[in-house]
């Protein structure tokens, strides 16, 4: 099945500063790759995705990039704000359809200092 | 519109009693996934229906777990004679179709504490 590896694990960086999330993918039939924002005591909620017939996704101060030769795909966070401190999720959908469900990351734990 | 809600949002229960976790997915939604997300992890598959069906219930941790869908609407998760390594947020989602690509919204959990 699908495995994804997710680093790093916590990231800090300055407000204003860009921060960025790396993942990586086993399974070469994966073609689709959300991204998750999850607040804490609440729900994961969608940030942006990418499908894997595009290179590279943006909107707004956030991007996602993916390379399928290498099965690793990143987000991208510009110009960071207090709001944007949160665990932010990966995640890889099969070719299985549902079937699969998501398989996702560990989690990264971004820290913005004021 | 309404979103994907969970009830309870918060369960303790004692060892070995039986548990029941309700999801309402999005109205007009026909896939429903369930995941379960222990403290510091990821979000690990359990189950998915496509309408009222589970295909494959492989996913789920061991024969004391069940789910059902009916209508096309609700799903419940079923725990039963809970051990406390059940204890854990047991997340939501819904998506239009199962197509593997289509978005998945999720609900905000109910955290399960099992003593």
């Known amino acids: 099945g699908e495995n994804v590896e997710q680093h790093p694990s916590t990231l800090s960086v300055q407000e204003g500063d860009s921060a960025v999330i790396k993942c990586t993918y086993s399974?070469?039939?994966?073609?689709?790759f959300p991204w998750y924002k999850q607040e804490l005591g609440k729900g994961p909620q969608l940030i942006i995705d990418?499908?894997?017939?595009?290179g590279e996704k943006k909107d707004q101060r956030i991007a996602v990039t993916l390379n399928k030769t290498a099965k690793h795909f990143s987000l991208h966070i510009t110009e960071t704000q207090p709001e944007d401190s949160a665990v932010y999720f990966c995640?890889?959908?099969?070719?299985?359809?549902?079937?699969?469900?998501?398989?996702f990351g560990k989690g990264t734990h971004l820290i913005i200092q004021p | 519109g309404a979103g994907v809600s969970q009830s309870p949002s918060n369960k303790v229960t004692e060892k070995g009693k039986d548990v029941e976790l309700r999801c309402d997915p999005i109205?007009?939604?026909?896939?429903l996934y369930w995941y379960r997300q222990s403290l510091g992890q990821g979000l690990e598959f359990l189950i998915y229906?496509?309408?009222?069906?589970?295909?494959?219930k492989s996913g789920l941790p061991s024969d004391r777990f069940s789910a059902e869908r009916t209508g096309g609407s609700v799903s419940t998760l079923t725990i039963q004679r809970t051990q406390q390594e059940d204890s854990a947020v047991y997340l939501c989602?819904?998506?239009?179709?199962?197509?593997?690509?289509?978005?998945?919204?999720f609900g905000p959990g109910t955290r399960l504490l099992v003593l």
């Open positions: 989602a819904s998506s239009s179709n199962a197509g593997g690509q289509e978005t998945q919204y």
């Open positions: 995640a890889a959908s099969g070719h299985g359809g549902g079937a699969d469900g998501l398989t």
């Open positions: 990418i499908r894997s017939n595009v």
């Open positions: 109205s007009g939604h026909t896939a």
């Open positions: 229906f496509q309408g009222n069906s589970a295909p494959d």
């Open positions: 399974d070469s039939a994966s073609n689709y």
